[in-house]
């Protein structure tokens, strides 16, 4: 592992982004799925919505009425996802409730175990992952407290984010997953810089503070040497 000091401020801007996140995913999903009920556009929802925030069609609970109704097109549909990004890799929940809690690990490991936290770039991508990450984790985990029609507990992602574009319908996705593609792609972002640009931002702060302490040594050391006044 790296010895290099890693500046608290990164520590601070790490925790608080993760935090955020993390807030703003649970925050959203909590309030529309107990708003329209879910799952959308189940002619029997398994539980009715409150609906005192988002306009609804009357005849179907789990949706909102289109907020955007051109070509593009996007409202509100909760629903459930047993698998990853996108609706990939269907009913393996554990799996990736399993590689969600290694990355819960790693991130924290990587950053400041082997100071990838110099970069600023790089604390704030996996900040971001890792906020998206705990988001999703919560909701595989079955924290959220939705359950089946029998009662049982349900241990899927909450989507409700839907995007249409002409007859193509993007899949349902969540501000988790938001987070998880912006860190993500600033990762590749990261990885397609020069050695020499992300290297010097990874040593910046180090170059300033061995600047500093040579400073100062030769300060004292010219207090030290310097001839006694004449008389």
Same mark, same amino acid.
């Given at each position: 592992?790296?010895?290099?000091r890693i500046?608290?401020? /990164?520590?601070?801007?790490?925790?608080l982004?993760?935090?955020?996140?993390?807030?703003?995913?649970?925050?959203?999903? @909590?309030?529309?799925?107990?708003?329209?009920?879910? &799952?959308?556009?189940?002619?029997?929802?398994?539980? %009715?919505?409150?609906?005192?925030? #988002?306009?609804?069609?009357?005849? /179907? =609970?789990?949706?909102?009425?289109?907020?955007?109704?051109?070509?593009m097109?996007?409202?509100?549909?909760?629903?459930f996802?047993?698998?990853?990004?996108?609706?990939?890799?269907?009913?393996?929940?554990?799996?990736?409730?399993?590689?969600?809690?290694? %990355?819960?690990?790693?991130?924290?490991?990587w950053?400041f175990? #082997?100071? %990838?936290? /110099?970069?600023?770039?790089?604390?704030?991508?996996?900040?971001l992952?890792?906020?998206?990450?705990?988001?999703?984790?919560?909701? /595989?985990?079955?924290?959220?407290?939705?359950?089946?029609?029998?009662?049982?507990?349900?241990?899927?992602?909450?989507?409700?984010?839907?995007?249409?574009?002409?007859? #193509?319908?993007?899949?349902?996705?969540?501000?988790?997953?938001?987070?998880?593609?912006?860190?993500?792609?600033?990762?590749?972002?990261?990885?397609?810089?020069?050695?020499?640009?992300?290297? @010097? =931002?990874?040593?910046?702060?180090?170059?300033?503070?061995?600047?500093?302490?040579? =400073?100062?040594?030769?300060?004292?050391?010219?207090?030290?040497?310097?001839?006694? &006044?004449?008389?």
């Amino acid at each position: 592992m790296s010895t290099l000091r890693i500046p608290a401020s /990164r520590v601070i801007l790490f925790v608080l982004l993760t935090a955020a996140a993390l807030t703003v995913d649970l925050f959203s999903k @909590s309030v529309v799925f107990n708003d329209l009920g879910y &799952p959308g556009a189940d002619p029997n929802p398994t539980t %009715a919505g409150l609906h005192d925030r #988002f306009s609804f069609p009357i005849t /179907r =609970e789990g949706e909102s009425k289109p907020y955007l109704n051109g070509w593009m097109k996007f409202r509100l549909l909760t629903s459930f996802n047993r698998g990853a990004l996108w609706g990939l890799g269907q009913d393996y929940t554990w799996l990736f409730a399993g590689l969600s809690m290694a %990355a819960v690990v790693g991130i924290p490991v990587w950053l400041f175990g #082997f100071s %990838a936290a /110099r970069s600023l770039w790089l604390t704030v991508a996996l900040a971001l992952i890792l906020g998206g990450t705990l988001g999703n984790l919560y909701d /595989r985990i079955g924290l959220h407290g939705c359950t089946n029609i029998d009662g049982t507990p349900l241990p899927a992602v909450r989507d409700f984010l839907l995007f249409t574009f002409g007859n #193509f319908h993007w899949p349902v996705f969540n501000f988790a997953d938001v987070f998880l593609v912006t860190g993500a792609s600033m990762l590749v972002v990261h990885s397609l810089l020069p050695m020499g640009s992300t290297a @010097s =931002e990874s040593l910046a702060s180090e170059g300033q503070d061995v600047q500093k302490a040579t =400073e100062a040594g030769i300060q004292q050391g010219a207090i030290v040497t310097s001839p006694p &006044p004449s008389r």
